[in-house]
């Protein structure tokens, strides 16, 4: 290429990965956004009206599944940040000639399909099944208690499958931090805690918030373990779009929910940038 | 220094990141797009010029208006050419298996006689499913993959509203003409049976596991029995729940009002809000109560039947006695099929005894075709005279199961044929019961 072309090259390497976002992201969200303005029915058609009417009506019809959606995903995040971090933790500085290994296990799940290791739960959490069958047989739990059906089956299913997303960013953050740093904090008198909460803590900060916007946000939409493990009384909001689509066919209040779904997500994003992220974003 | 060093690859790392989960979570919303995108169907013409700027994408030019034009040019061409191959979408467990090579005997029979492949498969687990996964190649004109699909009774009545289906040449189906058994021709879903012919039928009612109710149950109200809370499975497919609810109430579905539809919905609506039900299923239910998980459900009768034969010998199957439904499960040719001289050689196999006797034999449903009792009590008495007679129980109480009695008749009704406003109104309504 000749040298006063140069400039060119990083476009040229955007082009390809440019290309497929605006067919396949920017295209079907236009297509989207036009569908949610529409009314109609499958056999009468859909039609352009500009009803921008649709998105109060599903935010007041759906609001409490979109609460309750939140809570879970905020429930989900914490949950993973709390065990994923010791994991992290303990593979990135005590893992040694493991650390691939150890690595390697944390990934394992992701070798049997999503459907499966939820169905795999199902059974395991049966009400005569494995674990509650043998904890009633020696009396811990009593003959009608149910696991399957409740918002803790769903969060512990959502935590159980979205744990990697939190254990792999935390790993890279944490495994860069050179330990003579905190070497020399406790040669500067600051004891084990106080060197993990001033030099460890703050330096695996990015990894926090890769992790949990990795969680949170698919968790947020996430209708696969709720449908699987949950009840009526905790339906999320992606249950909610994927019966409007396809047992409805009430194509513009999927699409709007859609659209309001990812707008509270970009706005709860935004607000956690602000108050964890916002140093890492905008330093140097 | 050093700090510094790390920070450059930490920032990209963390943009990367957010990159990443934003793409993440814009696919999870573009991969619900291809439906609609494909029914953006402009209905009056006269609409479509302004309709047509809103659609930049390329399909929306071959979308075309799905309603009032139902006539295809099947009653033209009499004798479709043959091809060789065709392809059925039935529901699970609905076909004979060699259970040593996993092969299906009737079709292999099928392909001896007319050197047709079938690629069978078992694609249909719920109505409502495998129509978002149909219809958008059904709106837009093209084949969908499948020449013989099997759905439902109120599936058929919704896809010949919108202009789905192909109307049948009867002269090509000589083997329905001569042996459809009389109960299942002319249904209420498709009179004249212009687009669908039956591929097996049963019961909807309650299945239930008494060591767990501890009593016998009879009626529907026995599923909204606060003694039963968190116990209970409800169908996820709107019609055969409301319809049950409909008729515990005293309505026979087929007359029900929007005012009857949420009268069912509130009395459903209530027991589900005290924690009634432990799920809302499809197929799916047949294990929770296989397992125990669930005490009493919604049921289909010729899963129970093949529950108490291989999975689970206690459970039972009752009519509720406030009324129970009929379910048809049905043949019918979508618009554009590929094979379609080689879908008609299919169907038409299905209605000769020499099909339909093994076929009953093994699934145990109701067949459509007659003949099928009288031939399987025949094979019964073979199996005895032959000294096998577990293998004849078996067969006496398959041709028992294969037709059902003028008693269990009697307090059968139909469904409501209903239009797109009322089944969406009525959707809606049953959503509120099952999503909260």
């Not at chain 1, 890769?210 to 009384?233: C, E, M, Q, T, Y």
């Not at chain 2, 432990?278 to 669930?294: I, K």
Request: charged share 15%; aromatic share 10%.
């Amino acid at each position: 290429m000749p040298r006063r072309l140069r400039w060119l090259t990083p476009y040229l390497f955007l082009l390809p990965g440019g290309l497929w976002l605006a067919l396949f992201f920017v295209v079907p969200m236009l297509v989207m956004a036009s569908v949610s303005l529409q009314e109609g029915s499958l056999g009468r058609g859909f039609t352009m009206t500009w009803n921008f009417g649709v998105y109060p009506e599903v935010i007041s019809t759906y609001s409490p599944q979109f609460v309750r959606s939140i809570i879970y995903a905020f429930t989900v995040t914490l949950a993973t940040l709390l065990l994923g971090y010791p994991i992290a933790y303990t593979i990135a500085f005590r893992g040694g000639r493991f650390k691939n290994i150890l690595l390697l296990l944390v990934i394992a799940p992701f070798f049997t399909a999503f459907i499966i290791r939820t169905l795999s739960w199902k059974l395991i959490l049966a009400d005569n099944g494995f674990l509650l069958g043998t904890l009633k047989d020696i009396g811990l739990l009593s003959p009608g208690e149910h696991v399957l059906a409740t918002p803790l089956a769903v969060v512990s299913g959502l935590t159980y499958n979205f744990l990697p997303f939190m254990v792999l960013p935390l790993y890279v953050s944490l495994e860069k931090i050179d330990p003579h740093l905190v070497e020399a904090a406790t040669d500067l008198y600051a004891n084990r805690l106080h060197a993990f909460l001033r030099v460890t803590l703050p330096l695996s900060m990015p990894g926090v918030f890769a992790g949990s916007l990795l969680v949170f946000i698919p968790a947020v939409g996430d209708f696969i373990n709720a449908a699987i493990l949950g009840s009526r009384d905790t339906t999320m909001i992606g249950n909610v779009i994927q019966r409007l689509f396809l047992a409805t066919n009430a194509y513009p209040e999927a699409s709007a929910l859609g659209f309001v779904l990812m707008a509270a997500v970009l706005v709860l994003v935004a607000i956690y940038a602000k108050v964890v992220g916002a140093k890492e974003l905008t330093a140097g | 220094m050093r700090t510094r060093d790390h920070q450059s690859p930490r920032q990209a790392q963390v943009l990367a990141a957010v990159v990443l989960t934003i793409v993440l979570a814009g696919c999870g919303i573009a991969a619900q797009s291809p439906s609609p995108v494909a029914t953006n169907t402009p209905a009056p013409p006269s609409a479509q010029p302004s309709a047509s700027t809103a659609q930049p994408s390329a399909t929306a030019a071959q979308t075309s208006a799905p309603t009032d034009e139902p006539t295809q040019p099947a009653s033209v061409t009499p004798t479709p050419p043959i091809t060789g191959h065709v392809t059925f979408g039935n529901w699970p467990l609905y076909i004979d298996i060699d259970e040593d090579t996993g092969k299906y005997p009737t079709l292999k029979a099928f392909t001896e006689q007319t050197s047709i492949q079938v690629d069978y498969q078992e694609a249909i687990n719920d109505n409502t499913e495998f129509f978002g996964k149909i219809q958008p190649d059904l709106a837009a004109g093209r084949p969908t993959g499948y020449d013989v699909i099997a759905p439902s009774d109120w599936m058929v009545a919704k896809l010949i509203r919108l202009g789905y289906l192909q109307p049948l040449n009867k002269s090509l189906l000589p083997n329905f003409t001569a042996n459809a058994a009389d109960l299942f021709t002319n249904p209420w879903y498709d009179p004249g049976n212009v687009y669908s012919i039956p591929w097996q039928a049963g019961l909807v009612g309650i299945g239930y596991n008494p060591t767990l109710t501890g009593r016998e149950i009879t009626s529907f109200a026995d599923l909204l029995d606060p003694a039963f809370a968190g116990d209970v499975g409800m169908f996820s497919e709107m019609i055969d729940t409301m319809s049950l609810a409909l008729l515990a109430n005293g309505v026979h579905p087929a007359d029900a009002t929007l005012e009857d539809a949420q009268a069912a919905q509130q009395m459903l609506l209530a027991a589900a809000q005290r924690g009634q039900f432990q799920g809302f299923y499809g197929n799916d239910y047949y294990d929770q109560l296989a397992a125990g998980n669930l005490a009493l459900t919604i049921a289909w009768s010729g899963d129970i039947s093949q529950m108490q034969l291989w999975d689970n010998p206690d459970v039972k199957f009752v009519v509720p006695s406030e009324g129970g439904l009929m379910f048809v499960d049905n043949m019918v040719i979508p618009n554009n099929v590929e094979h379609l001289g080689d879908a008609y050689a299919l169907m038409n196999y299905w209605y000769s005894l020499d099909a339909a006797v093994p076929l009953t034999e093994y699934i145990g449903y109701y067949s459509p075709v007659a003949g099928v009792q009288e031939r399987v009590i025949a094979d019964s008495e073979a199996a005895r005279a032959d000294g096998d007679t577990e293998w004849a129980d078996q067969l006496l109480q398959i041709a028992h199961d294969s037709v059902p009695t003028q008693e269990q008749l009697q307090n059968i009704f139909p469904y409501k044929q209903m239009t797109e406003d009322e089944e969406r109104a009525w959707n809606d309504l049953f959503d509120v019961v099952v999503n909260g």
